[in-house]
């Protein structure tokens, strides 16, 4: 069994600290979709789990506003039933916006990107 806790902003730590300096974004949970995809793509004997705690808020994993709430149940449904069929068909217009800033992050290496 992988278990997959995805981080969310708790007060008085070193996260919150980094997130209200804008040094740290909660992970998207595009991110945690494809990584569901590809473990059990290749091992699909494994059970994949994850419950996106916090998820949709600023401070847990989310997307937008529009689709987070969606993609977590996606997410909370596959991992009852591991049935990546869940998972397919989601779509938002932020996943556009997910991938390229997976390729700044590529450049950056994960460096807060400032205007």
């Not at 992988?2 to 902003?9: A, D, M």
């Not at 569901?36 to 994949?48: G, N, R, T, Y």
């Not at 789990?49 to 847990?60: C, N, T």
């Not at 556009?96 to 400032?114: A, C, F, M, N, R």
């Amino acid at each position: 069994t992988i278990s997959i806790n995805l981080c969310n902003v708790q007060k008085g730590t070193l996260v919150e600290r980094l997130w209200e300096n804008k040094e740290y974004r909660p992970p998207w949970l595009w991110s945690i979709v494809e990584a569901i995809k590809a473990i059990k793509s290749e091992h699909p004997d494994i059970l994949v789990m994850s419950d996106p705690v916090g998820a949709g808020s600023e401070r847990g994993p989310h997307n937008c506003k529009e689709c987070s709430k969606t993609v977590a149940n996606a997410i909370r449904t596959f991992s009852q039933t591991q049935d990546l069929r869940v998972l397919e068909n989601l779509s938002c217009d932020c996943k556009l916006t997910w991938e390229l800033v997976k390729q700044l992050d590529d450049l950056t290496y994960g460096s807060p990107i400032t205007v």
